[in-house]
């Protein structure tokens, strides 16, 4: 009942900076927050960055001051700015959302992912 769609990913050197974007549609009341979590081979999902639907903000210790999260609650998008980056940081990255879906439901969904890759 809720579709993400994740965009921006790519390669980068290390130190650069890339933005990924993520729009939601479907059928929802409304949407509770949204964040972005990451995974690499052999790794479980992990936490990025999460920011609700009045503006709390969440950030892994490894990506605070480097990263910034944004959301339009009219829009139902979420943005990750990602800089200086790191070859660490290299993984699959998936959108998420909590939402209020019929009939009356919370739940969370997730993004097909999009992939980032640093380079040294």
């Known amino acids: 009942q809720v579709q993400l769609v994740e965009s921006g990913g790519g390669l980068v050197q290390a130190g650069g900076s890339l933005r990924l974007s993520c729009a939601a549609s479907?059928?929802?009341?409304?949407?509770?927050?949204m964040g972005w979590y990451r995974q690499a081979p052999g790794n479980e999902r992990a936490l990025v960055a999460t920011?609700?639907?009045?503006?709390?903000?969440n950030y892994a210790d490894s990506v605070k001051g480097r990263f910034t999260i944004s959301r339009d609650n009219a829009k139902n998008t979420v943005d990750l700015q990602m800089n200086s980056l790191k070859p660490e940081d290299t993984d699959v990255y998936y959108c998420?959302?909590?939402?209020?879906?019929?009939?009356?439901?919370?739940?969370?969904?997730w993004g097909q992912g999009t992939q980032v890759t640093v380079s040294s």
């Open positions: 479907g059928r929802f009341f409304s949407i509770s927050a």
């Open positions: 920011i609700t639907s009045g503006g709390s903000t």
């Open positions: 998420s959302a909590r939402a209020w879906a019929p009939p009356g439901r919370l739940g969370d969904y």
